[in-house]
C-alpha cells in the first residue's frame, strides 16, 4: 500500500498502446511491451507493465466479441496494486475472443484477446516506455509545424484527420520524433470546439416588464408582504378517475373536455361554504376581514403570454358542467388572447393546476388582496396499503394550500383542505351540495 500523502501522478505515454495511470510518483515506467503474433487472427498478448508487475485485474472490458476496432481504440481497464491501465489496440480489426472475465486475473505475456486482422504486416514493435521520472502530461501545442516539414503518423490517425477534416501540418505530434499520435488529433478537436464557442458574440437583452408579467410582478411583489404558510397533502384521486372515464362513455360525455379541474373547483367552493375565511380580503387598512359573498375562483393558466389568472365568477352556484363550460370558455381564451378584463377581475381564491406540467408539492403564492390559494401537483399511480394490509395500486394527487398567517391560522387550513379532499375521495359528495 502507498503512503495516502503521496501525490497520485497521472502520466499518458500514448503511442504504446496503454493509458497509464500510476499511483506514486516516485515509480519508474521501464519497458513496456506489446508483442503479438502474425496470422489473420492475432493474440493480443498482454504487455510488461513494469515495476515487476506479473497480474493483473481485468476491471473493465470495453469492446466485446464481433466489434470492429481500430489501432489505439481502448480494449479494456487493467488494475494493479500499482498501476491504472488502459490497453489499447494495436491492430485494426474485429474482436474473436475475450480471454478473461472482468476480475478474473490477467497474466503479463499471456494472451487478452483475440484480434481477426485485416491489415498484413500491421508492424510489431517493441515500444520503449521513458525511464524518465514520469511528468504531467504537457498540453500540446498547436501551432503549425515547420512549412514542408514531413508529418509522421500511422494510417489510423491519418484517417481521423481526414474525417474530421483536419490539416494534419497545424497539429503538433508529441509521439516518438514528432509523431502524430491520436490523442493529439483529440486534443486538437477539443481546442477547436473552445474557439468555435469563443467565436459566438453573446449579447445581453434588456426588455421592458409587460402584459401579464407585469400583472405578475406587481402581485407578487405586493404578496411578500404576507407571510404565507403552507398546508400539504396526499388526495386519492382513484375514484374521480373513473368517475371521468365513465363519463366519456356515455353519449352526453363523449364530446366533453372534462379534466379533474372542474372537480377541484366546485369541491374547494363547497369547502369555503364550510370555512369563508379562505375566501376573503383584507380591507386597505389591515384591520377588517372582509368576507366574500361570491366564490369567484381564479385559475392561474399558462398562456403565451404568460402567467394569467382567469377567473370563473359565482361558482357556488354553478353545476360542474357549467364550471367545465367557463372553464373551456377562459382556456379558449387564453389561447387566442381574447380574455376581457372582466375575465381577469374580481377573483376571491386561487387553484393553480401546475400539475398538468408535472410537479408534486409546491408553494404556491398567494394574489393580493386575496389571502389563499391551493396548487395541485401531477396525479400519479403510486403502491398503497389497503384495509387488509395488502399493497394496492392507488391514483393520488397532491394538493399544498398557503395561506395568510395572519388572519388564517393552520387547524382551519387543514381542516378546509380535509373538507376538499373528502369530497374528491368520494366524488359522489360532490353533487350533494348542488
Ligand atoms: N395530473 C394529471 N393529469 C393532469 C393534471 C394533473 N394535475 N392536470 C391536467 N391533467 C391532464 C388533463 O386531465 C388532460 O388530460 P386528458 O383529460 O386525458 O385530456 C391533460 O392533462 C391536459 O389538461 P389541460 O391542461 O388541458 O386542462 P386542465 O383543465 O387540467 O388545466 C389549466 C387547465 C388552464 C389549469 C392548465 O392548462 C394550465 O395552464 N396549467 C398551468 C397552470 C400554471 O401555470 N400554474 C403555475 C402558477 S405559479 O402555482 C405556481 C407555485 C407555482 C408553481
Not at 502520466?11 to 502474425?38: D, E, L, M, T, W
Not at 353545476?319 to 363550460?325: A, F, H, P, R
Request: charged share 25%; glycine share 6%.
Amino acid at each position: 500500500m502507498l503512503p495516502s500523502r503521496d501525490i497520485y501522478t497521472f502520466f499518458k505515454h500514448i503511442g504504446n498502446s496503454a493509458k497509464i495511470i500510476f499511483s506514486n510518483k516516485n515509480h519508474v515506467v521501464r519497458n513496456f511491451y506489446v508483442s503479438a503474433n502474425y496470422a489473420g487472427q492475432v493474440s493480443f498478448k498482454l504487455s510488461d507493465i513494469g515495476e515487476g508487475i506479473r497480474e493483473v485485474t481485468i476491471k473493465e472490458w470495453f469492446v466485446k466479441v464481433g466489434d470492429k476496432v481500430a489501432q489505439f481504440d481502448e480494449i479494456c481497464e487493467v488494475q494493479s496494486d500499482k498501476a491504472s491501465v488502459t490497453i489499447t489496440s494495436r491492430y485494426d480489426g474485429i474482436i474473436k475472443k475475450l480471454h478473461y472475465k472482468i476480475d478474473e486475473m490477467a497474466s503479463v505475456g499471456r494472451p487478452l484477446v483475440d484480434i481477426e486482422t485485416d491489415a498484413e504486416g500491421q508492424e510489431q514493435e517493441k515500444v520503449q516506455v521513458t525511464n524518465e521520472e514520469p511528468v504531467e502530461e504537457k498540453p500540446i501545442e498547436t501551432s503549425k509545424n515547420e512549412p514542408g516539414m514531413e508529418v509522421l503518423c500511422i494510417p489510423s490517425v491519418r484517417r481521423l484527420a481526414k474525417e474530421y477534416k483536419i490539416d494534419l501540418s497545424s497539429v503538433k505530434g508529441t509521439g516518438k520524433a514528432g509523431r502524430i499520435l491520436k490523442e493529439d488529433i483529440l486534443k486538437y478537436l477539443e481546442k477547436g470546439a473552445v474557439h468555435e464557442v469563443s467565436r459566438e458574440v453573446l449579447h445581453d437583452k434588456t426588455e421592458p416588464i409587460k402584459g401579464f408579467q407585469k400583472a405578475m410582478f406587481k402581485t407578487m411583489t405586493d404578496a411578500l408582504k404576507i407571510p404565507h404558510f403552507v398546508y400539504s397533502d396526499e388526495i386519492t384521486v382513484s375514484k374521480l378517475s373513473e368517475l371521468r372515464r365513465t363519463i366519456k362513455t356515455l353519449p352526453e360525455g363523449q364530446d366533453l373536455k372534462l379534466s379533474f379541474m372542474p372537480f377541484f373547483i366546485k369541491a374547494a367552493s363547497n369547502a369555503l361554504q364550510r370555512y369563508p375565511v379562505l375566501n376573503a380580503t383584507l380591507d386597505t387598512s389591515g384591520e377588517n376581514i372582509v368576507y366574500k359573498g361570491q366564490h369567484n375562483i381564479g385559475i392561474a393558466m399558462d398562456t403565451k403570454a404568460g402567467l394569467a389568472v382567469p377567473v370563473i365568477k359565482n361558482v357556488q352556484k354553478l353545476t360542474i358542467i357549467e364550471i367545465n363550460n367557463e372553464l373551456n370558455r377562459l382556456i379558449a381564451s387564453g389561447r387566442n388572447g381574447t380574455f376581457s378584463p372582466q375575465d381577469l377581475s374580481d377573483g376571491t381564491f386561487t387553484i393553480s393546476n401546475i400539475g398538468a406540467i408535472g410537479g408534486t408539492y409546491m408553494k404556491p403564492i398567494i394574489m393580493t388582496p386575496q389571502v389563499a390559494i391551493i396548487a395541485l401537483g401531477t396525479s400519479q399511480v403510486v403502491p398503497r396499503f389497503d384495509d387488509a394490509n395488502n399493497v394496492i395500486p392507488v391514483e393520488v394527487l397532491n394538493l399544498s394550500g398557503a395561506a395568510d398567517h395572519r388572519i388564517i391560522d393552520g387547524a382551519t387550513m387543514a381542516r378546509f383542505v380535509q373538507t376538499l379532499k373528502k369530497q374528491i375521495q368520494e366524488p359522489y359528495l360532490l353533487f350533494l351540495n348542488q
